[in-house]
């Protein structure tokens, strides 16, 4: 029975024009994010280059240095960017407050507020002598505020929670966030340990595979929403409900059925699309003599973007089988949104965000070290769409006794 119903389910995917709209706009809008020129200057670094690239540091003090120097220039600027609910939030400080983060700049420094202004002020007037934009953007990046002798991490963390208690939640003085964005230039043996890892533990493929997935999970955290609630509301257009509620079929072979069709119609195009894109980065690999991963396009994405497509899918199942409504439409745009925005990192920090980022080629090495929190991350929206889809089964078999009405929110017309 489940495997007819399922098979009947597909063909019901591919009748829809929601799922063709939905085709097109994947498609179209991460195939032109994709230039594969990240992967085009593949190459084993060599002595005396003049760039290597940049990398994310663990160095405590270069930390501080770098926090403080983003410090120094919101407080120069007079405005702090939040992201308190994943929106952007633009908070102007009182002068009361203010001061107070000027004094904390000076406790953690060793200096006056307008010596570090002044020294600011002198190092940006020789940026603008600069005769390249990429050398303005590589002296931007390497502005830093020494931070004062004896200065611990912990006494630094209690400075920045200070900050945070003035500026709001959401900020980039949080520890989760300045602990992964402050960059630094790579040395010729930093690029080379890191190709070697992109060469042995990535095998190339994988680690461009995690840039593919970055795009696509942006898009990927919205676009299902549309294909999901077009097939939850099928029934009900069709006015097919009645019928339906009267056959013998159990509700979880219904909604499972429904569901894992839609899941398994969306991932297709998925795979399809992240092997056309990869193989071009395979052959390069294998015609440079390096070992590739052939199914980096199976492995990558079903870790990556499997687990969002589950949650998205079964949140919209859920909340549409509630209200007999397209209001998850705008619940999920708003939640797909406020995660992709409230990423201040673009490469880590998972902790519990819908959109997992990693806009980069490569950086095989820190995704070896944060491997374990996307694991923790993608387990818990696996298990929430399990969740979520029960609680849809529950809803339906209630409205089958109801005769197609469930609770107050259907009740009033949603």
């Keep these: 029975m489940f495997g007819t119903l399922f098979l009947k389910e597909c063909r019901q995917v591919l009748k829809s024009l929601v799922y063709y709209i939905f085709l097109v706009a994947f498609v179209f809008s991460v195939n032109s994010q994709m230039s ?16 290597y690239g940049r990398t994310i540091t663990r160095d405590e003090t270069l930390i501080m240095e770098g926090t403080l120097a983003n410090l120094m220039q919101d ?3 007079g405005s702090f960017a939040t992201y308190p609910l994943g929106f952007y939030k633009k908070v102007a400080l009182t002068e009361a407050e203010r001061k107070k983060v000027e004094e904390i ?3 953690c420094t060793g200096k006056s507020y307008e010596m570090l202004e002044s020294e600011r002020n002198r190092y940006f007037e020789i940026i603008e002598q600069q005769s390249t934009l990429e050398e303005v953007i590589a002296a931007e990046t390497d502005y830093k505020v020494p931070v004062r002798e004896g200065l611990t991490y912990e006494e ?11 500026v709001g939640k959401g900020s980039s003085y949080e520890k989760s966030k300045y602990e992964n964005s402050i960059y630094v230039p790579m040395t010729y043996e930093g690029a080379k340990e890191e190709f070697a890892a992109l060469c042995t533990k990535d095998l190339i493929t994988r ?3 995690r840039l593919f997935c970055d795009y696509a999970g942006i898009f990927l955290s919205i676009l299902p929403i549309f294909v999901g609630v077009s097939g939850a509301l099928r029934d009900k257009r069709a006015k097919v409900q009645q019928v339906i509620f009267s056959k013998p079929a159990p509700g979880m072979v219904i909604i499972g059925s429904r569901y894992l069709a839609n899941l398994f119609m969306i991932s297709i195009p998925v795979f399809v699309m992240a092997f056309l894109l990869q193989h071009p980065c395979y052959k390069m690999a294998r015609s440079m003599g390096l070992q590739a991963d052939f199914f980096a396009f199976l492995k990558v994405p079903c870790l990556w973007l499997l687990p969002e497509i589950m949650i998205v899918l079964a949140l919209s199942f859920f909340i549409t089988e509630f209200t007999d409504s397209i209001l998850a439409v705008f619940v999920q745009t708003a939640w ?5 925005f409230g990423a201040d990192v673009l490469v880590g920090n998972f902790g519990l965000s819908l959109v997992a980022r990693w806009n980069t080629f490569g950086q095989s090495m820190l995704y070896a070290s944060l491997e374990k929190e996307l694991l923790w991350n993608r387990g818990y929206y696996c298990l929430l769409a399990v969740v979520c889809i029960l609680l849809t089964v529950i809803v339906y078999e209630r409205k089958r006794q109801k005769g197609g009405a469930y609770g107050k929110v259907c009740k009033t017309g949603c």
């Design 336 to 340: 797909g949104i406020g995660s992709l």
């Design 75 to 77: 407080v120069y600027r």
């Design 36 to 51: 594969g020129e990240s992967w085009k200057s593949l190459k084993e670094p060599q002595p005396g280059e003049v760039y």
């Design 105 to 107: 700049l000076e406790r």
């Design 156 to 166: 630094f963390g209690i400075a920045m929670e200070e900050i945070c208690n003035l």
């Design 207 to 209: 680690g461009y595979m």
